[in-house]
């Protein structure tokens, strides 16, 4: 189960609106190994893609080295599907390789609604967990 | 000749947990066949089987991406760093 503040969920969601049509991305670090989200960091989508996203290579470094420097990692990473629903493809299966991360989507295709899920992926094997919003 | 050399999470079982090891090498393609025969099963995780340097990875030298130092031919000297980077990619298709 992903738990996260409302705080957080809604700024995921406000990133995710405000990079529409293209998609979002970036991620909430926690102290390693506790599993709790405490850092919002948004990041730059370098492919400026409606269907793909990235980070910029050196933003990624910039980013890990950061963390290892707080005794953080990835609890979430997050990025937007804008014309399809919030579960992951089959690209995001292959790049994802962070085994303790919560994978979260979100869907902006619906003007009204934000569909937001989150999902553990391992090994190639997708794993939707609920999300708790605190 | 010792170069350091960053593992990332995913990586750590081929390591024993180790979040950095020792290697040594001239050029990056042969850091990674050393990093290879004590770490057996990592360069397939790195280079793919055409042998080029695979999508899913980014491998720093010195905080630069070697895909604009010479990819696997960098030239590696004593006390360089290596760091080794899951790519965080993705996309609706």
């Given amino acids: 189960m992903l738990r996260l503040s409302r705080e957080f969920h809604d700024a995921i969601v406000a990133h995710a609106r405000q990079d529409h049509p293209d998609e979002a991305c970036g991620v909430?670090?926690?102290?390693?190994?506790?599993d709790e989200p405490t850092r919002f960091i948004p990041m730059l989508n370098a492919a400026r893609s409606p269907t793909f996203y990235e980070f910029d290579s050196a933003d990624?470094?910039?980013?890990?080295?950061e963390m290892d420097a707080n005794d953080e990692e990835p609890v979430v990473i997050y990025h937007s599907h804008t014309a399809t629903e919030a579960y992951p493809s089959r690209?995001?299966?292959?790049?994802?390789?962070?085994?303790?991360a919560h994978y979260v989507l979100v869907s902006t295709r619906e003007e009204q609604s934000t569909e937001f899920r989150s999902f553990r992926i391992v090994d190639g094997l997708v794993t939707e967990e609920p999300v708790e919003v605190v | 000749m010792a170069i350091d050399v960053k593992i990332p999470t995913i990586l750590r079982t081929?390591?024993?947990?180790a979040k950095s090891v020792e290697a040594n090498g001239a050029t990056l393609s042969a850091l990674i066949d050393d990093l290879d025969a004590n770490f057996e099963g990592l360069k397939?995780?790195?280079?793919?089987?055409?042998?080029?340097?695979?999508?899913?990875?980014?491998?720093?030298?010195?905080?630069?991406?070697?895909r604009f130092l010479g990819s696997l031919d960098t030239q590696l000297a004593d006390g360089d760093a290596v760091t080794i980077l899951p790519a965080v990619a993705g996309g609706s298709r």
């Fill in chain 1, 28 to 34: 909430i670090a926690g102290p390693y190994g506790s």
């Fill in chain 1, 60 to 65: 990624l470094l910039a980013l890990y080295k």
């Fill in chain 1, 91 to 100: 690209t995001d299966i292959s790049y994802a390789s962070e085994p303790n």
């Fill in chain 2, 14 to 17: 081929y390591t024993g947990g």
């Fill in chain 2, 44 to 66: 397939g995780r790195l280079i793919t089987d055409d042998g080029s340097l695979h999508r899913f990875v980014n491998i720093y030298v010195n905080d630069e991406d070697v």
